[in-house]
Nanobody, 120 residues
Framework: QVQLVESGGGSVQAGGSLRLSCAAS????????MGWYRQAPGKERELVAA???????NYADSVKGRFTISRDNAKNMVYLLMNSLKPEDTAVYYC??????????????WGQGTQVTVSS
């Protein structure tokens, strides 16, 4: 089993910055794509950014140029640096990963989420 634990959420004024972290732990053989999703009240969960084990990245159009995703493969961690935050970035942010367990079976995992609130 693999566990994902996010940290770094909080409240910030518009224009500010936050850095989210996600640590993967458990019986992990390898992790493929890791990503961040968010869900605002009354809206569907959406992809914010994703990064492959090789470092290729993908961003939602709404965050391009403002957010940066990175990962540390040795530590099984993924980060999301969020700059120039806007009130519309307010949401619960979830870490996601495709991970191979100790038996090399692959599954998709979610963290518990961390709240990001941006005030105008």
């Amino acid at each position: 089993q693999v566990q994902l634990v996010e940290s770094g959420g909080g409240s910030v004024q518009a224009g500010g910055s936050l850095r989210l972290s996600c640590a993967a732990s458990g019986s992990i053989s390898s992790i493929n794509t890791m990503g961040w999703y968010r869900q605002a009240p009354g809206k569907e969960r959406e992809l914010v950014a994703a990064i492959t084990s090789g470092g290729s990245t993908n961003y939602a159009d709404s965050v391009k140029g403002r957010f940066t995703i990175s990962r540390d493969n040795a530590k099984n961690m993924v980060y999301l640096l969020m700059n120039s935050l806007k009130p519309e970035d307010t949401a619960v942010y979830y870490c996601n990963a495709d991970a191979y367990g100790s038996d090399w079976s692959v599954a998709n995992y979610w963290g518990q989420g961390t709240q990001v609130t941006v005030s105008s």
